[in-house]
């Protein structure tokens, strides 16, 4: 394993250790019990994991998370730290960096931030590396939204993602805070959000804008 996305594995696993069973996340209707289920069936289980994204499985999927949910918690969390088993691709070789590495970083996040948090400053690897990651997140992350976006870093830098000529829709702040933004968690992100009215409206339909 990569050794960020394997540091981020132990902060998660840390994280969910200390949260307990029943402690908040920012996912949806889940608690860390169902959120360290969804990562043991997603790593140990291709056969339901694909219900992840493939929406007709999705009920398959539920039902074996559901069953994984009800294992005792501390048995999940050391089966999610240990790493994946001997069968799981997720031990092929780059897959793991490629694959869990933002995986890992918002879902660690999501655990950290349900509750009154104070703000952390990641390791200048691990920042560079959600940098390169940046315009994958905005295709592939939680919604994507119609309008084009130009995503920028507080020191110039930037990336854009354009959508078929859509207005464009400036958004800034540190790589880990854009990738928040880009999978849905813009309410505990720290980014500011800038374009026209209208646009940014349409931005907000698609994914959450940060908290006032």
Same mark, same amino acid.
Request: proline fraction near 9%.
């Given at each position: ?15 969910? *250790? ?47 998370? #559901? ?11 050391? *089966?999610?730290? *240990? ?9 092929? !070789? ?40 940046? !315009? ?11 309008? *084009? ?62 908290? #006032?």
């Amino acid at each position: 394993m990569s050794s960020l996305a394997r540091a981020e594995r132990a902060r998660l696993s840390g994280l969910l *250790s200390a949260a307990g069973p029943d402690g908040p996340t920012l996912c949806e209707g889940w608690l860390t019990r169902d959120l360290v289920a969804h990562l043991v069936v997603r790593e140990g289980r291709p056969d339901a994991a694909a219900g992840i994204r493939v929406r007709p499985l999705a009920g398959w999927t539920q039902r074996v998370q #559901d069953r994984a949910a009800a294992r005792p918690y501390g048995e999940l969390v050391k *089966s999610f730290r *240990s790493g994946p088993p001997a069968f799981s691709p997720f031990n092929l !070789p780059g897959v793991d960096e490629a694959a869990n590495l933002l995986e890992y970083f918002v879902h660690a996040e999501d655990v950290r931030r349900a509750v009154p948090f104070e703000p952390e400053e990641p390791k200048a690897e691990l920042v560079e590396a959600l940098w390169r990651r940046v !315009p994958v997140a905005a295709r592939l992350g939680e919604s994507r939204p119609s309008v *084009s976006l130009r995503l920028t870093r507080p020191d110039g830098r930037e990336v854009t993602v354009r959508r078929h000529d859509r207005p464009l829709v400036t958004v800034t702040g540190e790589p880990g805070e854009l990738v928040l933004f880009l999978f849905g968690r813009g309410a505990k992100a720290a980014v500011t959000v800038e374009g026209e009215p209208e646009a940014v409206a349409e931005l907000a339909e698609a994914l959450p804008l940060p908290e #006032d």
